[in-house]
């Protein structure tokens, strides 16, 4: 097990930055901060619904932007799986969060912090079978 | 135009607390996912700090009867416990374990202009549209 207290504080501070933003999104617009419904929603346009969608995700983009410039660390290393896996992983992100109605914001920050019994459900699956694919990649040699 | 500028410094806030809380790095990510191997709970402070902000926000928030910007909440109000949500859950949840990357850090990651980055994005929008086009009538 890894230790590191800087990087539990970090985590904390980073995790609190998101729930007052996710707060901020349902004071101003009433809306929940789940990245993957927000994105959808643009995939599948629905009237009235693609400029507040699209102004969110620009958003996560642009700070992304800003991490790279300021805060370069945030990104310390590509992804080594290679362009096949990554594209099968997205692939696998795209249809379950749309399945599973939600991702790691929408269920596991917001609907948790609703007290969200199919959030809770959703959050334990989804941390669960990510660690049985971490399990198995190694398993294949492909850590 | 309100709710336009309200959700995109909302979702620039939200990039910043990811990159700042590690959730922007994969190998982290799978580090926390790695249970059985040399564990990383840290992210694990980053759903404390989220649940733990948003819970006492979202109580104080929804005592009001309408958003500032808006004329209505927009909440889930479902409680079905449905095969889908815990198929889907899952596999999502490989997904992640695979690339290390969820939707939010996934898109706020194309700043960096990785190949990788932008064929996990592409895929998952098209794994989306798969769903949305496809799957989800035929799932009903």
Redesign the interface.
């Known amino acids: ?4 207290i800087n ?27 789940g ?2 419904g927000i ?2 929603g643009l ?2 346009p629905a009237k009235g619904e693609v ?3 699209a ?14 410039v300021f ?1 370069p660390q ?6 080594s ?3 096949l ?21 929408g ?8 007290l ?3 959030s809770i ?3 334990l ?11 198995v ?2 398993f294949v040699g492909l850590t | 135009m309100k709710i336009v500028a309200s959700a995109f410094v909302s979702g620039l806030l939200f990039a910043i607390g990811l990159g700042l809380a590690g959730m922007t790095d994969p190998a982290k990510v799978i580090g926390f996912l790695d249970f059985f191997g040399t564990w990383d709970p840290s992210l694990a402070f980053v759903m404390v700090g989220g649940i733990l902000s948003y819970a006492v926000a979202f109580r104080l928030i929804t005592r009001r009867h309408a958003p500032v910007f808006g004329t209505q909440f927009s909440l889930p109000t479902r409680k079905d416990l449905t095969p889908q949500l815990i198929i889907g859950s899952a596999l999502f949840g490989i997904g992640w374990g695979i690339a290390g990357l969820c939707p939010g850090p996934g898109l706020a990651s194309l700043a960096t202009g990785s190949a990788s980055v932008l064929a996990f994005v592409v895929a998952m929008l098209g794994g989306m549209a798969l769903y949305k086009y496809f799957l989800e009538k035929r799932l009903a």
């Open positions: 097990m890894v230790i590191d990087s539990f504080l970090m985590a904390l501070l980073g995790g609190i930055i998101i729930g007052t933003a996710s707060a901020g999104l349902l004071l101003f617009v009433g809306r929940i901060a990245i993957s994105t959808a995939v599948k400029p507040w969608r102004a969110f995700v620009g958003g996560l983009v642009a700070g992304g932007i800003g991490l790279v805060y945030a990104f310390p290393a590509v992804i799986r290679g362009p896996l990554t594209a099968i992983a997205g692939l696998f992100v795209g249809v379950g969060t749309q399945m599973g109605s939600g991702c790691t914001s269920h596991g920050v917001c609907g948790i912090s609703r969200s019994g199919r459900v959703a959050t699956t989804f941390i669960a079978s990510g660690a049985a694919a971490v399990v990649m190694r």
